[in-house]
């Protein structure tokens, strides 16, 4: 099967067509994916600014992420299931939008970023408790930061490009 046929199929899926014709599914799934992005990225940045080393200062790094990991770990599911349906619903008008491109590699990017900290700071973390981090560990929360901003950024020009009129 051709990736243009694939992408077409997606399309004619019950749950794709739900979300394409009742008067409810899409804001709805809409709704589910910015609560999911709101509580995953939202919650995601303080650990980023812990990164930083801008706020929370007074605790480790790891406790930080602990404690707010089952937050935004539960925003990602949300925001992943939701994306997945949305993306079935209009899988051929998503998948040559310059925007969804841009949206697909920043989310694999701050995944390599997000992959690349957990293996370093699993190695050595007598950082972790420093007010400010090193270099390379404020490197990892300002990637994530600019990463999820773009992810953010290339989702809504999806939507306003799209759906406009041609």
Not at 36 to 61: A, P
Not at 85 to 105: D, E, G, Q
Not at 147 to 166: D, K
Request: proline share 4%; net charge positive; hydrophobic share 60%.
């Amino acid at each position: 099967m051709t990736l243009s046929a694939t992408l077409e199929w997606l399309e004619s899926t019950t749950l794709a067509r739900l979300i394409q014709e009742s008067l409810y599914g899409f804001p709805a799934v809409v709704a589910v994916h910015i609560i999911g992005l709101s509580l995953s990225v939202g919650v995601l940045f303080w650990v980023d600014l812990r990164l930083l080393g801008l706020c929370l200062r007074e605790r480790r790094i790891s406790e930080v992420y602990r404690g707010l990991a089952p937050w935004f770990t539960a925003g990602f599911v949300m925001m992943f299931a939701s994306g997945i349906v949305l993306f079935s619903a209009f899988a051929t008008a998503a998948y040559v939008n310059p925007f969804f491109r841009i949206k697909m590699v920043a989310l694999v990017l701050a995944a390599m970023n997000a992959a690349a900290f957990h293996w370093l700071s699993t190695r050595s973390a007598a950082w972790d408790a420093a007010p400010r981090p090193p270099a390379t560990v404020r490197l990892a929360g300002l990637a994530s930061l600019v990463l999820w901003v773009s992810v953010i950024v290339a989702g809504r020009m999806m939507s306003y490009t799209m759906f406009s009129a041609p």
